[in-house]
T-cell receptor
Framework: DAKTTQPNSMESNEEEPVHLPCNHSTISGTDYIHWYRQLPSQGPEYVIHGLTSNVNNRMASLAIAEDRKSSTLILHRATLRDAAVYYCILRDVQAGNMLTFGGGTRLMVKP | GAVVSQHPSRVICKSGTSVKIECRSLDFQATTMFWYRQFPKQSLMLMATSNEGSKATYEQGVEKDKFLINHASLTLSTLTVTSAHPEDSSFYIC?????????????FGPGTRLLVL
């Protein structure tokens, strides 16, 4: 399985943008980049996904490098409720389309 | 996004008893559901993949006779922890794949916290 590398933790100030990086240098052509987040004591929540082009939705933006070896999840204005563990996951649609969780990045938001 | 529910949200049981956890997809039909387990300060680990109408596929190291999975309908999967022991205490999370969404997005339930005394 293609793996991802994320920083263990990051800090942000409330109401400021947050850029969460993810490296996936061994990504294959059929891997989609998915982001989930897990708030304390809850199940993971889908955030966004993409293949090659940048993506925007109501929760976040996903910026994908041209060579697809890295991506960045962007929270435009962090709130205290965004404090969570953010997981960057590769899903191969041709290999079972499974979600395999790594360690993720624990985002702490300071008021 | 789509909604997946789990019941119960938490359960405390005595060692040696069995516990059943239900997972429902509320607004879509899920041919495939997944069961994960998460120990404190660790990431989610996939236990098994449940396909409606067929036997579940278990990950390496997960005992299929201990963790019984039934996926009898397109909206319901159950996980039964048989003869539970304290080491089975964990956060169990189910997930359902929505076949109608882009890239078959997987949605997660809120989790069930199991404590075995």
């Amino acid at each position: 399985d293609a793996k991802t590398t994320q920083p263990n933790s990051m800090e942000s100030n409330e109401e400021e943008p947050v850029h969460l990086p993810c490296n996936h240098s061994t990504i294959s052509g059929t891997d989609y980049i998915h982001w989930y987040r897990q708030l304390p004591s809850q199940g993971p929540e889908y955030v966004i996904h993409g293949l090659t082009s940048n993506v925007n939705n109501r929760m976040a933006s996903l910026a994908i490098a041209e060579d697809r070896k890295s991506s960045t999840l962007i929270l435009h204005r962090a709130t205290l409720r965004d404090a969570a563990v953010y997981y960057c996951i590769l899903r191969d649609v041709q290999a079972g389309n499974m979600l395999t969780f790594g360690g993720g990045t624990r985002l702490m938001v300071k008021p | 996004g789509a909604v997946v529910s789990q019941h119960p949200s938490r359960v405390i049981c005595k060692s040696g008893t069995s516990v059943k956890i239900e997972c429902r997809s509320l607004d879509f039909q899920a041919t495939t559901m997944f069961w994960y387990r998460q120990f404190p300060k660790q990431s989610l680990m996939l236990m098994a993949t449940s396909n409606e109408g067929s036997k579940a596929t278990y990950e390496q190291g997960v005992e299929k006779d201990k963790f019984l999975i039934n996926h009898a309908s397109l909206t319901l999967s159950t996980l039964t922890v048989t003869s539970a022991h304290p080491e089975d205490s964990s956060f169990y999370i189910c997930s359902a794949r929505d076949p109608t969404s882009a890239q078959e997005t997987q949605y997660f339930g809120p989790g069930t916290r199991l404590l075995v005394l």
